[in-house]
């Protein structure tokens, strides 16, 4: 048990005894108060008074009790009620049953004489006289049954309502801390690596605010558990990339070694596998960078035509070498708000891609339209082999390479449409693939100005 | 000369590897893919296989499946650097011995002889057969046909499993250090976070299952080595 569920158990617990505690006090009260009209004085006053009045009616009949109370200041608790056979008052006065009832009793009894009495007027007419109880009176000096005993009846009530309460308490802690504490087990299970650490299963039964907590919670680590192992897999596909062209530096190393007339061509293999490498880490970086929150860096406008004309005179400069060519269509001047680097980094690899993969000799056409919309579409079209229907959508993950016969002359790390997608999702355009009818890949890029 | 078989996805790294053990005096064939490799191994008169894990479609693990499942071809396998798990899946699949990647040429080289030394006592011990059986408790050892028989059948073993055994029954009942097993039954030194004895120890000991007292017969002795019992 931790301590929010002491917390909520004690402050349940005292809240409930204070609770009954003042309810009970209250009703216990108002049982009492509500005898309020039964009964009548019996102190030396009310003997008094009630004395005076029989005088004044035994000798005075009638008329002589009403010249009595015509002088008679009305002051509380010192009312007479001079009440007659029918139960009336002399002069009209509301009588109390209860009071009148406890007097009648009293009368036949015999006790408490002096407050109560019976009195026969001249003329024969029979009269009860008392002075009422009224609620503001004393309780001492109030004639009426005895309050109910404290012991045992009311412990045995307070010992059913404690234990009650204490129940009550216990199993609503329970409920409460319960689920907090499933959410903490399983948010340190996360925190010690199991990725797949859920807390809804144990949360089944619920159907509260705190079952949304956890699947909120469940959702996070899904999330985390995603993110984390494309990290992994990135990092190991990194390693397995870098791994590669160090492991051919080595045996140029030992190929120079073992023969040392090889010494120039294991030299140029070495710079060879180098220079892949500086571009593999420069592509590494540029994925890595484009997975970092990016809102804080410069944005510029970049004029696209300018763009593609410049990523063209270095493309073309190579493409010459096998024959082949670039060819740049637009009908229209179209800029957008950017990264120039990513942008720039984005349309290169495309390009480049779609001349590595097309036959020698053969162009590749680079188109660019802006519709009405603003809506800026890039297409890049080459003629090479395609790209299996099944396989187009898992080219834009890293490392990724299309499962055709290795044609050794193509190398590339499976990076750049990784990375062109994420670059142009970062301008919240997209990237689409699509094989041509009359074959080829086109690649179209979509941008908002 | 040893024939080695390359089975590696990297055509210019094989390339290499070829130029190189060639001038080493191997005769170098290569595959560029797990299943062209496994009909090569299990075709060809090879007497050692050099088998790279990471290749697409099929990988190095299950080549060597594909191999262990019909032969005892020494395999070294080219795992990733810092990549334990591959190393003791390779060995406990019947890798012979393994080699992180990239590695220095040299280092192969070397385990290459290692094993070439074990093929030349194979095929030495056969050139003059000899009638000599080593029994010792349950086992009994025939070096002329390196074949190990337990409880009077002969177990499926690889060649480095083979050495390892015979080994610890030539000294039955004498605890054997790790450095010696690798000098003698493995015919190299013990390198770094190596763990290539303790994986085939526990190769052999499910192979050879438990005594009559449900004890392994291969005991390890911590810190030290292993004792083969002999009873």
């Given at each position: 048990m931790g301590r929010l569920f002491w917390k909520i158990f004690i402050g349940l617990s005292l809240t409930f005894l204070i609770v009954s505690a003042v309810i009970g006090g209250m009703v216990y009260l108002h049982e009492h108060s509500a005898k309020a009209d039964e009964g009548f004085m019996h102190d030396k006053r009310a003997d008094f008074l009630v004395g005076v009045t029989a005088n004044a009616l035994e000798y005075g009949g009638e008329d002589g009790a009403k010249a009595l109370f015509k002088q008679w200041p009305e002051r509380r608790g010192a009312t007479v009620l001079v009440v007659d056979a029918d139960g009336n008052d002399l002069i009209g006065r509301a009588v109390p049953q209860g009071s009148l009832a406890e007097a009648v009793d009293a009368l036949v009894e015999g006790d408490q004489a002096a407050s109560v009495r019976k009195v026969r007027t001249p003329v024969g007419n029979d009269y009860i006289l008392f002075s009422p109880m009224t609620a503001d009176v004393p309780p001492h000096l109030r004639k009426g049954p005895p309050p109910p005993p404290i012991f045992p009846v009311l412990l045995l009530q307070a010992f059913g309502a404690l234990f009650t309460s204490f129940l009550f308490s216990a199993g609503f802690a329970v409920y409460l801390s319960r689920p907090i504490r499933y959410l903490r087990q399983t948010s340190r299970r996360l925190a010690e690596g199991?990725?797949?650490?859920?807390?809804t299963p144990l949360l089944a039964k619920r159907n509260d605010e705190m079952a949304e907590l956890g699947q909120d919670f469940d959702f996070m680590a899904t999330r985390l558990q995603t993110l984390l192992n494309a990290q992994r897999q990135l990092l190991h596909d990194v390693s397995h990339e870098l791994r590669s062209p160090v492991a051919r530096m080595r045996l140029a190393v030992g190929l120079a070694q073992q023969q040392p007339e090889k010494l120039e061509a294991a030299l140029s293999r070495i710079e060879r596998e180098t220079e892949r490498l500086d571009e593999l880490l420069g592509q590494i970086l540029t994925l890595s960078r484009l997975q970092t929150d990016m809102s804080q860096e410069v944005k510029e406008t970049i004029s696209l035509n300018e763009l593609i004309e410049d990523i063209l005179q270095d493309v073309n400069f190579e493409a010459q070498a096998v024959g082949s060519k670039v060819i740049f269509k637009s009908n229209a001047e179209a800029s957008v708000e950017g990264h120039y680097e990513l942008l720039h980094r984005a349309l290169e690899n495309v390009i480049r891609n779609a001349v590595k993969y097309s036959p020698e000799g053969e162009s590749v056409e680079v188109s660019l339209d802006k519709n009405e919309h603003n809506l800026i579409t890039i297409q890049v079209h080459d003629h090479g082999p395609g790209i299996p229907e099944t396989e187009l959508e898992a080219v834009?993950?890293?490392f990724y390479r299309v499962s055709?016969?290795?044609?050794?002359?193509i190398t590339g790390h499976g990076l750049g449409l990784a990375i062109a997608k994420r670059a142009i999702e970062k301008h919240r355009g997209n990237v689409n693939l699509s094989n041509a009818p009359q074959g080829g890949l086109i690649v179209k890029i979509s941008l908002h100005k | 000369m040893l024939k080695v078989l390359l089975i590696d996805d990297d055509v210019e790294l094989c390339q290499m590897m070829a130029e190189y053990l060639g001038a080493e005096d191997f005769k170098m064939e290569i595959a560029h893919d797990g299943e062209e490799g496994a009909r090569l191994a299990l075709a060809g008169s090879f007497d050692i296989v050099v088998l790279d894990v990471m290749m697409p479609r099929l990988n190095g693990f299950d080549t060597l499946r594909l191999i262990r499942a019909s032969s005892q071809l020494p395999v070294i396998m080219l795992t990733a650097k810092g990549d334990e798990i591959d190393r003791i899946v390779g060995l406990e699949l019947g890798a012979d011995d393994y080699l992180s990647k990239p590695f220095n040429p040299r280092e192969l080289v070397a385990r290459l002889h290692a094993i070439q030394r074990r093929v030349a006592v194979r095929d030495e011990t056969r050139k003059q057969p000899t009638d000599e059986v080593l029994r010792v408790g349950k086992i009994a050892i025939y070096p002329a046909e390196r074949v190990i028989e337990w409880r009077g059948t002969p177990l499926e073993i690889t060649t480095s499993e083979y050495s390892l055994l015979e080994v610890l029954a030539r000294n039955a009942g004498r605890v054997v250090s790790k450095a010696d097993l690798f000098l003698q039954g493995l015919g190299r030194p013990e390198t770094a976070y190596d763990r290539s004895i303790d994986v085939h120890i526990s190769n052999l000991r499910q192979k050879l299952g438990t005594l009559d007292d449900g004890r392994s017969p291969i005991q390890t002795v911590r810190g030290t080595g292993y004792q083969f019992i002999p009873t």
């Open positions: 199991h990725l797949d650490a859920r807390v834009f993950e890293p055709r016969q290795h044609k050794t002359e | -």
